[in-house]
C-alpha cells in the first residue's frame, strides 16, 4: 500500500499557543510520528507530538506515536498507557512482532476474565428452575416466568426498580408460606405492563413507583405456579445476590445454562464466556458497527 494511501508528510497545525506547528507525519486516527536530530530528547519529541493534538479533530487523534532520533525508536500507545523503546539495529525484529502489527490492521485485544459472579447466577437461576419444575410448572410459561424474574432482579441492582423494591416485595407483601407468592407477583408483572395513565389511582405505594415496561415482555398471562415456604425463600434469597455484576452481554448464555440441566452440568463446556464472544464478534461485525 501506498504511503500517501493512509499517511501524509509534514501536515501543518496550529498549536495550542496559537504557533505554527508541522507534524512529520501523520495517519489519522491511528498514528502520529516525529523525528529529531540524532541524540536529541525523546523525552520532548513526545511532548511535542502531544502539543499537535488540540489542532486535530477528534476523529484525527491518534492511538499510536512514534518518536525517533534515527538511532533509537520509542512507540507510545495511548489506549494501553505503554511505551517501548528500542535501537534502529532492533527495528527489523519490532516489526515482525505485536508493537506495529496495526501498520496491517492488526490491534491486540485485551479481554477480562470473566467474573465468576456470571456463572454463580447461572446457578442461582437453575436452582430456582429445578424447584419450580419439579413443582409441576414446565414449558413456555415456566421459561417467561423466569425472564420477567430475572428482568425484576436486574432493574432493582440497575436503577431501573427502586433499590431493593423486588426484595422488599417479597418479604413484606407475601406470607411466609409463600401461598400468595404466585397472586401477587402477577399483580406486580400487570402493573409493570400498565402506562402510568392507565393504571387505578390508588394503588399502593409499592406498586404505584414501578416503572411502565414496554415491548410487552410482561404481557402474556398464564397461570402463576403455587409456592410454599422453600420456594419462596428461594426466591428471595436470588434478590439479595447483586445483579449489576453480571454483564448483559452474557444474559442469553445465562438462560441456555438455566433450561438445560445437562448444559448446566456442564456450565464450563456449555457456557460462552462474554470475553470469547467479543473475541468472534468484534472483528467480525461490532467494530464496524461501532
Given at each position: 500500500m501506498k504511503r500517501r494511501r493512509v499517511a501524509s508528510f509534514e501536515v501543518p497545525i496550529k498549536k495550542a499557543d496559537g504557533r505554527q506547528g508541522f507534524i512529520d507525519l501523520l495517519w489519522k486516527g491511528t498514528l502520529l510520528v516525529e523525528h529529531k536530530s540524532r541524540g536529541r530528547d525523546l523525552d520532548r519529541a513526545g511532548q511535542q507530538?502531544?502539543?499537535?493534538?488540540?489542532?486535530?479533530?477528534?476523529?484525527?487523534?491518534?492511538?499510536?506515536?512514534?518518536?525517533?532520533?534515527?538511532?533509537?525508536f520509542r512507540l507510545?500507545?495511548?489506549?494501553?498507557?505503554?511505551?517501548?523503546?528500542?535501537?534502529l539495529a532492533e527495528?527489523?525484529?519490532?516489526?515482525?512482532?505485536?508493537?506495529?502489527?496495526?501498520?496491517?490492521?492488526?490491534?491486540?485485544?485485551?479481554?477480562?476474565?470473566?467474573d465468576p459472579a456470571n456463572i454463580r447466577a447461572a446457578e442461582l437461576m437453575g436452582e430456582l428452575h429445578d424447584a419450580l419444575l419439579a413443582g409441576g410448572y414446565h414449558g413456555h410459561k415456566l421459561e417467561v416466568l423466569l425472564v420477567r424474574i430475572l428482568f425484576c432482579l436486574f432493574a432493582e441492582d440497575t436503577a431501573i426498580f427502586e433499590k431493593n423494591a423486588f426484595q422488599e416485595f417479597l418479604e413484606a407483601q407475601t406470607r411466609p408460606d409463600g401461598t400468595d407468592v404466585g397472586t401477587r407477583l402477577a399483580e406486580w408483572f400487570s402493573i409493570l405492563d400498565q402506562a402510568p395513565g392507565e393504571r387505578q389511582r390508588h394503588l399502593p405505594d409499592y406498586l404505584a413507583q414501578l416503572p411502565y415496561v414496554n415491548g410487552a415482555l410482561f404481557t402474556e398471562y398464564f397461570p402463576f405456579p403455587s409456592f410454599d415456604a422453600a420456594l419462596?425463600?428461594?426466591?428471595?434469597?436470588?434478590?439479595?445476590?447483586?445483579?449489576?455484576?453480571?454483564s448483559p452481554a452474557i444474559f442469553g448464555s445465562l438462560f441456555q445454562s438455566v433450561t438445560d440441566p445437562v448444559k448446566r452440568r456442564n456450565l464450563g463446556a456449555h457456557y460462552t464466556s462474554e470475553a470469547n464472544i467479543l473475541k468472534v464478534i468484534q472483528g467480525l461485525f461490532l467494530d464496524e458497527l461501532r
Open positions: 507530538a502531544r502539543d499537535y493534538f488540540p489542532g486535530l479533530k477528534d476523529h484525527e487523534l491518534p492511538r499510536y506515536i512514534l518518536v525517533s532520533d534515527f538511532a533509537r507510545y500507545d495511548l489506549d494501553e498507557g505503554t511505551e517501548h523503546e528500542f535501537g527495528l527489523h525484529q519490532h516489526l515482525h512482532l505485536h508493537l506495529f502489527a496495526f501498520l496491517t490492521g492488526y490491534q491486540k485485544r485485551v479481554y477480562r476474565p470473566e419462596r425463600e428461594r426466591l428471595i434469597r436470588c434478590t439479595y445476590f447483586d445483579w449489576s455484576r453480571i
